[in-house]
């Protein structure tokens, strides 16, 4: 039996967050959520993930702090950026500090799960 991969979703609207926990959930995916920047890092750290998803514009904390902290402490960590505010100056920006791919919101199911497969593919 193939083992189940683990995902660290973190994202400050807590619908898109329960969208993004249910969908990968119902695909057979492990998946722990937070509304915060903080605590996400805080789970990486607790137990590194097969794929963290992250939001680019957050409070305090924004996706791109959180690329910067986890590309530099797991640098094999595939990371997964969405947000509603993608600027081709923002994408390219996360893929430079290390975004393994991008989405933009907002983003449906399919295409969560399309990213989601290809990212941890890789």
């Known amino acids: 039996m193939k083992p189940v991969a683990q995902i660290v979703a973190v994202d400050d609207d807590q619908q898109v967050l329960n969208f993004l926990k249910n969908t990968l959930e119902s695909k057979g995916y492990e998946v722990r959520a937070t509304t915060s920047p903080k605590s996400a890092l805080a789970m990486v750290e607790q137990k590194v993930p097969d794929l963290l998803i992250t939001d680019l514009n957050m409070p305090n904390t924004d996706g791109f ?15 997964l950026v969405i947000s509603g505010h993608m600027h081709s100056d923002l994408l390219e920006a996360a893929s430079l500090l290390g975004a393994t791919a991008t989405l933009e919101k907002p983003v449906s199911g399919e295409a969560l799960l399309t990213a989601v497969r290809d990212v941890i593919g890789k």
């Open 65 to 79: 702090e959180v690329l910067r902290t986890q590309r530099s402490r797991f640098p094999g960590l595939r990371i």
